[in-house]
C-alpha cells in the first residue's frame, strides 16, 4: 500500500501561481511514477501531469502544457506541481496519483491521496 499526501491549494487570482506537493509513504521507493491529476463536480476525474519513476521523463495533459512542471524528489518520496499563469478554468480539486508509468499515462492511477483544492479567481 502507498499513502499519498497532498498539501499546497488555496485561493488566488488569475495570473498568479502556486506549488502543490505530494508526499508518498509506505511501499514507495523509487519505482512508483507519480502524477496529478484534477476534478470539479460533476465532470470526470482527468489527468494532469505525470513523471516516470526514475529519469525526467514527463508527461501533460494539453491544456496546462508551459503553465505546469511536475517534478519529483525520490529521496523524500515527494512529487511537486508547479503551477504558473493559473487561469480560472484550473478551479479544481488535484489529487496526487502513484501507480505503474502505462497507467498514470493513460490515466489511471492504482493510489490517490485526498485532494487540496485550488481556486483561481478572475
Known amino acids: 500500500q502507498v499513502q499519498l499526501v497532498e498539501s499546497g491549494g488555496g485561493l488566488v487570482q488569475a495570473g498568479d501561481s502556486l506549488r502543490l506537493s505530494c508526499v508518498a509513504s509506505?511501499?514507495?521507493?523509487?519505482?512508483?511514477?507519480m502524477g496529478w491529476f484534477r476534478q470539479v463536480p460533476g465532470k470526470e476525474r482527468e489527468f494532469v501531469a505525470a513523471?516516470?519513476?526514475?529519469?525526467?521523463?514527463?508527461k501533460y495533459t494539453d491544456s496546462v502544457k508551459g503553465r505546469f512542471t511536475i517534478s519529483r524528489d525520490n529521496a523524500k518520496n515527494t512529487v511537486y506541481l508547479q503551477m504558473n499563469n493559473l487561469k480560472p478554468e484550473d478551479t479544481a480539486v488535484y489529487y496526487c496519483?502513484?501507480?505503474?508509468?502505462?497507467?498514470?499515462?493513460?490515466?489511471?492511477?492504482?493510489?490517490w491521496g485526498q485532494g487540496t483544492q485550488v481556486t483561481v479567481s478572475s
Open positions: 496519483a502513484a501507480g505503474p508509468w502505462g497507467r498514470l499515462s493513460s490515466g489511471f492511477s492504482d493510489y
Open positions: 509506505g511501499r514507495t521507493g523509487s519505482t512508483y511514477s
Open positions: 513523471t516516470w519513476s526514475i529519469g525526467r521523463i514527463t
